[in-house]
């Protein structure tokens, strides 16, 4: 399940394709919905809590204690927080277990996640790594270890910014829905199953070549 906790920038139902919703977490928080009201389903079977574009002050214990119940049988539950600090980001994570930091490989982005990361360790909440976005592999991008240094977190993935990403945007579809196969999609795979605890499958040479042609490709 994916909750979209950033009330400022809301786009998660977006993202699937499921459009505005006529229920949204904001509903639920204010006590005005139950949260199966405000649930959509997505067909590959992801349950999506959206947020809806209002001027917002998150409550950290109505984020936490009016969702708990109904997430009980839920695998995970990832909440989509804001950028930076604030109490949108402070409020997701005192809902959660652990913080994910995703961040791109560029110096304003990585200030933005260290002040996130205290954030976490002010809270006690566990740091279960980094994920690189939007990656090129460009020179003008930080490096890996010193991106290591700053954040003195291990990066569990690397998700490039390739077309077919852009692509399932426009089209309003995941990108593991909409090219299963796209390097995009691999390396968010890759990502659950460290999430998981599990190492990612080693892919064979030839599924390794088949990669590293669709990431020259231009079509």
Request: proline fraction near 5%; avoid cysteine.
């Amino acid at each position: 399940m994916i909750i979209d906790g950033n009330f400022s920038g809301a786009n998660v139902a977006q993202h699937f394709g499921l459009g505005f919703q006529k229920m949204s977490l904001n509903d639920v928080l204010g006590g005005d919905a139950y949260v199966s009201q405000a649930v959509a389903k997505h067909p590959t079977g992801v349950s999506v809590l959206p947020a809806s574009i209002l001027e917002f002050d998150a409550s950290a214990d109505n984020l936490k204690h009016s969702v708990l119940d109904f997430l009980g049988n839920k695998d995970f539950v990832l909440i989509d927080a804001a950028a930076g600090t604030g109490d949108e980001v402070e409020a997701a994570i005192e809902a959660s277990d652990e913080t994910l930091l995703v961040t791109q490989p560029e110096l304003p982005s990585l200030t933005n996640t260290l002040g996130a990361k205290k954030l976490a360790e002010s809270h006690g909440t566990k740091i279960s790594g980094v994920i690189l976005n939007g990656v090129r592999n460009e020179k003008a991008e930080v490096e890996d270890h010193d991106i290591k240094e700053l954040l003195d977190e291990h990066i569990i993935g690397r998700i490039p910014d390739h077309r077919h990403v852009r692509e399932g945007i426009a089209l309003r579809r995941p990108v593991v829905d909409h090219k299963p196969d796209s390097p995009a999609s691999h390396a968010v795979q890759d990502v659950a199953y460290r999430i998981r605890g599990e190492t990612p499958p080693e892919k064979t040479p030839v599924e390794r070549l088949r990669l590293g042609i669709k990431r020259l490709s231009p079509l």
